[in-house]
Nanobody
Framework: QVQLVESGGGLVQPGGSLRLSCAAPGSGFSSSLMGWYRQPPGKQREFVVRITSGQITYYRDSVKGRFTISRDNAKNTVYLQMNSLKLEDTAVYYC?????????WGQGTQVTVSS
């Protein structure tokens, strides 16, 4: 059972920045699709961003221009740089991986934007 490990969440003021990391053990990372979902309090999980093995990215409209996803295949890690954070970005952020038709998820990391 592949278990992704997220880190980097925390409490930040509006307008601040955080960088999330997600480590994916095992081989095949470089050929995997990686991405992030989030679940705001009291709401359903929602798509945030994804990056293909060919570095093609796709963002949720509300985070375009503020969030940047990147990947380091040598470290089996995907990053989510979040700038200009807003109150509505508060959520548990989940990393996911799609490899050979299977999906793998992390345990989630809390991001709280509050003044």
């Amino acid at each position: 059972q592949v278990q992704l490990v997220e880190s980097g969440g925390g409490l930040v003021q509006p307008g601040g920045s955080l960088r999330l990391s997600c480590a994916a053990p095992g081989s095949g990372f470089s050929s995997s699709l990686m991405g992030w979902y989030r679940q705001p309090p009291g709401k359903q999980r929602e798509f945030v961003v994804r990056i293909t093995s060919g570095q093609i990215t796709y963002y949720r409209d509300s985070v375009k221009g503020r969030f940047t996803i990147s990947r380091d295949n040598a470290k089996n890690t995907v990053y989510l740089q979040m700038n200009s954070l807003k109150l509505e970005d508060t959520a548990v952020y989940y990393c996911y991986q799609v490899q050979s038709g299977y999906e793998y998820w992390g345990q989630g990391t809390q991001v709280t934007v509050s003044s």
